[in-house]
């Protein structure tokens, strides 16, 4: 699976997500960009992981935003395209 052009398509088909700039939504936003994909436990572990290790985590987490968001959708029944 290439992670580079990574769209998901709901099960129904009428929605899709393109993850092609999650790198920066996530550096960005940080965890209120998972809250927003209602993704809750990753906004909160990366909230909390924010404030304990100073802000270190924002600049780390962001590298694993895309294959959490991936997986999270497929266990959801979402197709990848592209």
Known sequence: MDLMAVILESPTGQRKIDLSNVFLWTLLFGSFYFAYLGIWDSAIVSGIL?????????????????????????????????
């Open 50 to 82: 924010a404030v304990f290790s100073g802000g270190i985590s924002i600049l780390i987490y962001p590298f694993f935003a895309k294959r959490i968001i991936v997986e999270t959708y497929l266990k959801k029944g979402w197709k990848v395209k592209g």
